[in-house]
Nanobody, 118 residues
């Protein structure tokens, strides 16, 4: 499956962008979806994941209550709604497709950069 992430850019603190991750090659409902992020000098870290049906979601403590993951299987797309952004959310965000919502993704998108200005 190929994943294409989009929606990043320069955002002011407190902003609310939405990232999208569209799958092609195989339907996304064969996989759980996930978002990870990487900040300069740090490892890629888990942000959030969603089960195949969308019925279960998981969040890192750092984004809980501010970010929401969702999916539209008819559009083969997983979304990340980001609210109340902080400068420390600045990172390259990667979407992934995994065999389960608690597994490391087997497939990755190319990453989309989000820069939060204070």
């Amino acid at each position: 499956v190929q994943l294409q992430a989009s929606g990043g850019g320069l955002v002011q603190a407190g902003g609310s962008p939405r990232l999208s991750c569209e799958a092609s090659g195989r339907t996304f409902d064969n996989y759980a979806g996930a978002w990870f992020r990487r900040t300069p000098g740090k490892k890629r870290e888990f942000v959030t994941s969603i089960s195949r049906s969308g019925g279960s979601t998981y969040y890192a403590d750092s984004v809980k209550g501010r970010f929401t993951i969702s999916r539209d299987n008819a559009k083969n797309t997983v979304y990340l709604q980001m609210n109340s952004l902080k400068p420390e959310d600045t990172a390259v965000y990667y979407c992934g497709a995994a065999i389960s919502s608690t597994a490391i993704p087997n497939y990755w998108g190319q990453g989309t950069k989000v820069t939060v200005s204070s």
